[in-house]
C-alpha cells in the first residue's frame, strides 16, 4: 500500500467535485467579487459552481483507478466525496479493498454499496 497522501493531490487536480447529471460536463468554481464604494475594497460574495445549461443537478466525479489493488485511491477518492471505479484482477486484492472500503463506511456512517 501507498500512502493515501500520495494520490490526493492527483485526485483534487484530475477529477472534477461535481459533473451534470445528463451531459456529465464538469463544474467550475469561480469566486464573484464585489467592490465596497464606501471603504474602496473588493470581497468576495460566494463560491458558485456554473456548467452546462442542462439545470440536472450535479453528482460527484468519478475517479478510475485500472490497478485497484488495495484500494488506497478508492478509500482517498471516497473521503474526498468522489465517485471511484476500481479493476482488479486478484481475488486477495479485491477482498482487502473491499474491507477497506466496508471499514471506511462504517466509520463515516454511509449507506452506499460496495460491489
Known sequence: MY???LIKIPILAGCPEFVCKVCG???EKINLL???EESKSCSALSDLFVSCDCWAGYEPGIVLDPFMG???TAVVASRLRRYFIGIEIKPDYINMAKRR???LQVEAGH???II
Do not use: N
Open 3 to 5: 500512502p493515501p497522501e
Open 25 to 27: 460536463i464538469p463544474t
Open 34 to 36: 464585489h467592490a465596497d
Open 70 to 72: 488495495s484500494g488506497t
Open 101 to 103: 472500503l466496508q471499514q
Open 111 to 113: 449507506g452506499s454499496k
